[in-house]
Nanobody
Framework: QVQLVESGGGSVQAGGSLRLYCSIS????????MGWFRQAPGKGRDEVAV???????RYGDTVEGRFAISKDNAKGTLFLQMNDLKPEDTAMYYC????????????????WGQGIQVTVGS
């Protein structure tokens, strides 16, 4: 497992932008897959975007074209650029990592951050 700490969340009006950061430290291996998941009140935790060690990315249907995931291995940081935000993007956002394949299901990710709130006003 690695230690993950999110930052950069906050409140923004619809149509605005935010950038999330996930600082990665510790662990005895470099994760093969890292990603962002989100959970709205009363709902399950869903995949937002993932990126593997080769730089291949995958996005959830509702964020495709608006969000971009990237990473800086030298700085040990994962990013999520969120543009054209909508009220339905309001949720707690979590950074996650796994040494395995980029599965859709959260159960395959063994490292999680504490989460950070993103709120989008209408």
């Amino acid at each position: 497992q690695v230690q993950l700490v999110e930052s950069g969340g906050g409140s923004v009006q619809a149509g605005g932008s935010l950038r999330l950061y996930c600082s990665i430290s510790g662990g005895i291996y470099s994760p093969n897959c890292m990603g962002w998941f989100r959970q709205a009140p009363g709902k399950g935790r869903d995949e937002v975007a993932v990126i593997d060690s080769d730089g291949h990315t995958r996005y959830g249907d509702t964020v495709e074209g608006r969000f971009a995931i990237s990473k800086d291995n030298a700085k040990g940081t994962l990013f999520l650029q969120m543009n054209d935000l909508k009220p339905e993007d309001t949720a707690m956002y979590y950074c996650a990592a796994t040494g395995d394949y980029c599965y859709h299901l959260t159960k395959y990710y063994d490292s999680w951050g504490q989460g950070i709130q993103v709120t989008v006003g209408s």
